[in-house]
């Protein structure tokens, strides 16, 4: 099982991105999808995750402004972002809950990371 993240890049504030992140391997089920966000010297953190039934839940810093969302049927998690600020420039990673094929229970696995760039 692995995540491979893309679409992060250099943006100017106020700007927009999308993120991917999609999941593949021996997968019987995924249960939360979600982002977090590391920038340089600081601890990582939670921007938001969504349940298998679509609820939905945003850090503080991005509510209003910051969407995400899931395909289940291509095992993919999605993250719309716009009106993008300097601050939010930092590695993202996502994770997903996954149950294997073989396994018995979920186990979070991250990708790999994706820069975003917010500058002028």
């Known amino acids: 099982v692995q995540l491979q993240a893309s679409g992060g890049g250099l943006v100017q504030p106020g700007g927009s991105l999308r993120l991917s992140c999609a999941a593949s391997?021996?997968?019987?089920?995924?249960?939360?999808m979600g982002w977090y966000r590391q920038a340089p010297g600081k601890q990582r953190d939670l921007v938001a995750y969504i349940t298998s039934g679509g609820s939905t839940n945003y850090a503080d810093s991005v509510k209003g402004r910051f969407t995400i969302s899931r395909d289940n049927a291509k095992n993919t998690v999605y993250l719309q972002m716009n009106s993008l600020k300097p601050e939010d420039t930092a590695v993202y990673y996502c994770?997903?809950?996954?149950?294997?094929?073989?396994?018995?229970?979920?186990?979070?696995?991250w990708g790999q990371g994706t820069q975003v760039t917010v500058s002028s």
């Open positions: 391997g021996s997968i019987f089920s995924i249960n939360r």
């Open positions: 994770t997903a809950d996954i149950k294997p094929l073989s396994g018995s229970y979920y186990r979070r696995y």
